[in-house]
């Protein structure tokens, strides 16, 4: 596989400029690309600015911790670490990872711990297997840490270093990609749209097949592996574009199609869908992992994310500081944005456009303090694209 530094923008636009055309589509192109109008004007502002959000991805170097130990008289299965791939991977690793290890339990009442991503996606998978689920966690959503995420999928961002993709690891994660895909796709149509394939441009000052264009490693960061083209087959094909098919300020652009989660409506459907099944909800905080004997489930999965950090001492986990923010809802403006090299995010969601920022110092950063000054800059950064 090839070895690429990427942060979440870098994943994000890896997959935009994926599998690349020839520019633009030729008679030898089995499948031409229809012409597309030019996206919305976005109204980028500061004053336009409704909320800003920070939460902290699970990073571990060996990847996603998937196992089961005995501890306090209980089955522990860890369930956590995905990195900036929670969304992503949840049904997929939840389905071909902790399901078979909650299973081998041999328990039919399990309790989940934590309400985020993985932890909410974990217990509707055991519904779906016939389990009756109790989840625990400190926060409901949307105050949970994931509903900060920029909602791309983006099943191998920052999953784990390069040392650790084995054959082996290759082939769960491409099991759990697939699970995953298969899952979303199941899940469009539904009322409020909370998965959506939507259209979206990457940008960039270089070409895009020249090495190492746009890739940008945080101090710290290790080399990440980019397992895309094990699956491929799963994405549309990205285009380059002439200048006169694009607004944009700069020389490189490619239209590409991805698939989107719209977070909040997408938690609000997996919750009443939690809770319409059977699912109990118990407001708690762990500050111990022996705070778990306690509680009347002996299978219990462990859903905490950075949490796990803290309350199973894991020092493998690495804390990678995210901040977001909302703009006031544009409902013309539907396209992707993706600025390589600029630390720039946008996607349009019905809750606000979303524009990410990155610091440089985010990598191995467990501080959730809102920085206004890197939204600011971002904003500025995005007003400035356009014709």
């Not at 105050?143 to 084995?166: I, K, N, Y």
């Not at 094909?237 to 989107?260: G, K």
């Not at 809802?329 to 944005?337: A, G, K, N, R, S």
């Not at 110092?361 to 014709?387: G, K």
Request: charged share 20%; net charge positive; with cysteine.
């Amino acid at each position: 596989m090839t070895v690429q530094r990427r942060h979440l923008l870098g994943a994000a636009s890896a997959w935009a400029a994926a599998w690349p055309l020839a520019s633009p589509a030729s008679p030898a192109d089995p499948l031409p690309f229809a012409p597309a109008p030019l996206p919305a004007r976005l109204r980028a502002s500061a004053d336009r600015v409704i909320d800003i959000g920070v939460c902290t991805r699970p990073f571990r170097r060996q990847g996603p911790r998937i196992e089961s130990e005995r501890l306090f008289g209980k089955t522990i299965v860890h369930h956590y670490g995905h990195g900036g791939s929670g969304w992503s991977l949840s049904w997929g690793s939840a389905q071909c990872g902790a399901l078979p290890l909650i299973q081998a339990t041999g328990a039919r009442r399990i309790a989940v711990i934590g309400g985020g991503a993985i932890g909410l996606t974990t217990a509707r998978v055991a519904q779906q297997a016939g389990l009756k689920v109790r989840l625990y966690a400190r926060e409901r959503p949307p105050e949970v840490a994931s509903t900060h995420a920029t909602g791309m999928w983006t099943p191998d961002s920052r999953l784990c270093e390069q040392s650790a993709a084995t054959p082996a690891f290759e082939r769960r994660w491409e099991a759990m990609a697939r699970a995953s895909f298969h899952a979303y796709q199941q899940l469009l149509g539904l009322p409020g749209n909370p998965i959506e394939w939507r259209d979206g441009h990457v940008l960039s000052d270089q070409p895009f097949d020249q090495p190492g264009a746009g890739d940008h490693a945080l101090p710290g960061e290790p080399d990440y592996p980019d397992l895309m083209d094990l699956v491929q087959d799963l994405k549309p094909r990205s285009r380059a574009l002439r200048p006169d098919e694009h607004p944009f300020r700069v020389p490189h652009v490619r239209r590409f199609t991805q698939m989107v989660f719209h977070i909040r409506p997408y938690q609000r459907m997996l919750v009443d869908d939690f809770l319409r099944d059977g699912g109990e909800w118990i407001q708690q905080t762990f500050h111990h992992a022996r705070e778990l004997a306690a509680l009347p489930e002996r299978t219990i999965v462990n859903c905490t994310g950075y949490g796990a950090k803290a309350l199973f001492n894991d020092p493998l986990l690495v804390p990678v500081r995210g901040q977001t923010a909302r703009l006031i809802p544009q409902p013309e403006v539907t396209d992707l944005l993706v600025y390589r090299g600029h630390n720039l995010v946008v996607v349009p969601r019905r809750d606000g456009v979303l524009v990410q920022a990155q610091d440089p110092h985010d990598f191995d950063n467990p501080d959730q303090t809102v920085v206004r000054a890197l939204t600011d800059a971002a904003i500025e950064r995005l007003a400035a694209l356009y014709v």
